[in-house]
């Protein structure tokens, strides 16, 4: 999967260095490439924003800055991210159907955001979703492209040893994950849950199962419905 960002905060992006994704992209499986928006501009001062038209406080991001970017960097078989807060919602369905895809570009705004002609004219050649990581509002989309990039990637084939690992968590079944123990069977006057110590694999699976609705009835009643 190719990856390209578009950002006035490069610097952000270098987590994306360590970790799981960070051996990912080294082994090739993901290729992430960075641009400032900064470098598309042709003034003295670097100018990527302005002052709104129709009023209204902050600045908006203006056009030609990322119409050069993104000329450089989206394809036909692009599928262009802008994060916003005015975005459909970003779930694990969406991660989903994003790790399928072999070009991913990422429109980090900032301020009161992007000029709205950059989104329209991107949607006359590739396809272009707005997508919001949740009801709140961050800076800018950095954090939000971080986090997506994280859910994507690690649902690239390969890219998690164990693929089996993927399936049981939260949200992959609709319920929320039931919760894990490990050694010490008694730490603190705490007690492991003692069927996971019985052998018994239907009665731990049954037992965990439970657990999964039980959490999600309490926590997300929203998933059930
Ligand atoms: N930019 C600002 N707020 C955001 C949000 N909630 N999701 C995605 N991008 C954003």
């Known amino acids: 999967m190719k990856i390209d960002i578009v950002t006035i905060f490069p610097e952000f992006f270098g987590v994306l260095d360590v970790s799981l994704l960070g051996r990912a992209r080294q082994s090739g499986l993901i290729d992430v490439d960075v641009h400032n928006l900064r470098d598309f501009t042709h003034d003295r001062h670097r100018t990527v924003d302005d002052t709104p038209y129709g009023g209204g406080a902050g600045m908006v991001m203006r056009p030609e800055p990322w119409g050069e970017a993104l000329d450089s960097v989206v394809v036909e078989s692009s599928v262009v991210i802008f994060p916003s807060p005015a975005g459909e919602v970003f779930t694990q369905a969406t ?55 994280e859910a994507v990637g690690r649902l690239v084939p390969g890219v998690i040893g164990n693929a089996a690992s993927l399936d049981e968590e939260s949200h992959e079944g609709g319920l929320l994950e039931y919760p894990s123990y490990t050694k010490p069977a008694r730490w603190r006057d705490l007690d492991v849950p003692p069927v996971l110590l019985s052998g018994n694999h239907g009665a731990i699976a049954a037992w965990r199962l439970e657990q999964q609705l039980e959490r999600t009835r309490r926590v997300r009643p929203d998933l059930l419905s």
């Open 95 to 149: 991660a989903r159907q994003l790790a399928l895809e072999p070009r991913l570009v990422f429109g980090c705004g900032r301020y009161e955001g992007i000029d709205q002609r950059v989104i329209d004219s991107t949607r006359s050649r590739a396809r272009v979703r707005e997508i919001s990581l949740g009801d709140y509002v961050l800076n800018g989309g950095e954090v939000a492209v971080m986090a997506m990039i």
